[in-house]
């Protein structure tokens, strides 16, 4: 049993301050897709995450995932670093889905919606739960992030919280330059909020 436990540790509760990430597959459940295509990216999805995670430095094995369908939400433990998810992580998800689509026909291709937070985190034993996750998953579904990925034909659409832009992207602008951020006012059922997108690729 301690063996056991050692391999799976706690997830992150009781308020611990951890970031958030969120990701969903645009048109996942469109009329051009079939259940094999759909089973098929669900698959690729997580390798795609696996391997941008690890190679962002941010341990895919260390991190909590919660299958959402036709996505994914990932709590990163609060010993790990988050600047990883503004450099390298989009450029990483960018250029693995950039390569699944080069040799995927058309109803398998991938254009990915992220989101990007940081926030105190609950866990009842079943799932994650709280005002902070609420939050990444009503900017995931944010209509000017959906346009702006829509309209550009990128991979990856990237939007953060104001206070990741405020206290990440604008206190490290050696990651990605702040101004390769578009500001985005929303509002998602009881949500209303400003965030900022990015399209990874895309000139300022």
Not at 8 to 34: K, N
Not at 41 to 66: M, N, R, T
Not at 100 to 114: F, W
């Amino acid at each position: 049993m301690s063996r056991l436990s050692a391999r799976t540790p706690a997830p992150p509760a009781d308020g611990q301050v951890c970031a958030l990430f969120a990701v969903d597959i645009a048109g996942f459940t469109g009329p051009h897709r079939d259940d094999d295509i759909r089973l098929y990216l669900h698959e690729e999805l997580y390798q795609v995450l696996h391997k941008a995670f690890d190679g962002s430095g941010i341990p895919w094995a260390d991190c909590f995932c919660e299958d959402r369908g036709d996505g994914a939400l990932i709590v990163v433990p609060p010993v790990v670093p988050c600047k990883g998810l503004i450099d390298p992580l989009p450029e990483r998800l960018r250029g693995l889905i950039r390569r699944h689509n080069h040799v995927s026909r058309d109803a398998a291709g991938i254009q990915l919606r992220a989101a990007a937070h940081i926030g105190p985190v609950e866990h009842d034993g079943h799932g994650f739960v709280g005002t902070d996750i609420n939050l990444l998953f009503r900017m995931l579904d944010a209509r000017p992030l959906r346009a702006a990925l829509a309209g550009s034909g990128a991979e990856l659409g990237l939007i953060v919280s104001d206070y990741v832009y405020r206290n990440v992207v604008c206190r490290y602008p050696s990651l990605v330059s702040p101004d390769a951020f578009r500001p985005a006012r929303f509002q998602v059922k009881y949500t209303r909020a400003r965030a900022w997108t990015y399209l990874p690729g895309a000139l300022p």
